[in-house]
C-alpha cells in the first residue's frame, strides 16, 4: 500500500481533493456500514464485548483492548466477524472486525520527543472498484499531540490508497488529547460525533467517547447518523452508519 510521499496537513489535503475530484461522477449506489469504535477494559469477558457489538449491529468493529490474541478472537468468533489483527500496541492491542481483509499490518511510527505512535491497518474492498483502509492507532500518555498527528498524516499520505475511503479510530490517553486529535484532523477527517442527534435547542452535545472515529475523504466516505453506546466502565462508545459513495 505505497504510494507518493508527504509530510504536511497541506500537502495530504491537496492529494486527497485531486483524488477527490479525478474520480468519476455516476456509479453504483452508496454502500453503507455500521462502524463501531469501542474500547474494552482490563478482564472484560469476550462475551460481554462481543453482546455490545451485536447490539450495535455493527458492520466493522475498530476494537481497543488489554487483552491477548486469544481474547480477541474469542470476541470475533462469537460476534460473527472476521479478525485482523490484533496488533501490539503496548498497553493496548489493536484490531478490527468485519469482513475479510486483503491484507494488514501493525507499524510504530516514530515521534518526535514522544512515544510511538501504534498504528494498525487493513485494506477491504467492498466491490469491483471500492475500497475501505481501517486505520486503528494508540496514543500513550505523554505523547505530544500534534507531532503524533503529524506521523499520523504522514503515513496516511505515503501507504494508505489513494482511492480508498477511509475509517480511522483513536484511542487517546484522556478526553483532552482526543478533543486536540479531532481538531488537528478536521482539515482531512470528520469526526463521527457530528453525525450525533441535535439536541432541543438544534446543538450537537459534545460527548466525550474514549476511541473517536473519523472518516474521510469527504468525497468518498460520509457519514449519515451515529449513536452512543453506554460501557460499563461509564465511557460511552460509538457507532455511526458511514455511506461510502466512490
Not at 462481543?50 to 486469544?70: E, F, G, K
Not at 518526535?112 to 486505520?135: E, F, M, Q, T
Request: charged letters at 20%; a neutral charge; hydrophobic letters at 45%.
Amino acid at each position: 500500500m505505497r504510494l507518493r510521499t508527504t509530510t504536511t496537513l497541506i500537502a495530504v489535503a491537496a492529494s486527497l481533493a485531486a483524488t477527490a475530484c479525478a474520480v468519476r461522477l455516476g456509479g453504483p449506489k452508496p454502500l453503507t456500514y455500521r462502524t463501531l469504535a469501542i474500547a474494552a477494559e482490563e478482564g472484560e469477558a469476550p462475551a460481554a464485548v462481543a453482546q455490545r457489538i451485536r447490539a450495535a449491529a455493527a458492520d466493522y468493529v475498530l476494537i481497543s483492548a488489554p487483552a491477548d490474541s486469544a481474547w480477541f478472537a474469542e470476541v470475533a468468533s462469537l460476534a460473527r466477524l472476521t479478525l485482523s489483527g490484533p496488533g501490539n500496541a503496548g498497553s493496548v492491542s489493536l484490531a478490527f472486525l468485519g469482513s475479510e481483509p486483503l491484507g494488514d499490518t501493525t507499524i510504530a511510527l516514530p515521534v518526535a520527543d514522544g512515544r510511538p505512535l501504534i498504528v494498525h491497518d487493513a485494506l477491504y474492498k467492498l466491490d469491483s472498484y471500492r475500497y475501505l483502509d481501517l486505520l486503528a492507532v494508540r496514543v500513550e500518555p505523554g505523547t505530544p499531540v500534534r507531532p503524533a498527528v503529524r506521523a499520523l498524516t504522514s503515513y496516511i499520505a505515503t501507504d494508505v490508497m489513494s482511492n480508498a475511503a477511509v475509517a480511522m479510530a483513536i484511542d487517546a490517553p484522556d478526553a483532552e488529547a482526543g478533543d486536540s486529535i479531532a481538531t488537528l484532523l478536521r482539515p482531512l477527517f470528520s469526526d463521527a460525533r457530528v453525525c450525533l442527534p441535535r439536541s432541543g435547542n438544534g446543538e450537537r452535545a459534545r460527548t466525550r467517547v474514549r476511541v473517536h472515529l473519523f472518516h474521510g475523504p469527504e468525497a468518498r466516505i460520509g457519514c449519515e447518523g451515529a449513536s452512543i453506546i453506554e460501557e460499563e466502565s461509564g465511557v460511552p462508545a460509538l457507532v455511526a452508519r458511514l455511506i461510502v459513495n466512490r
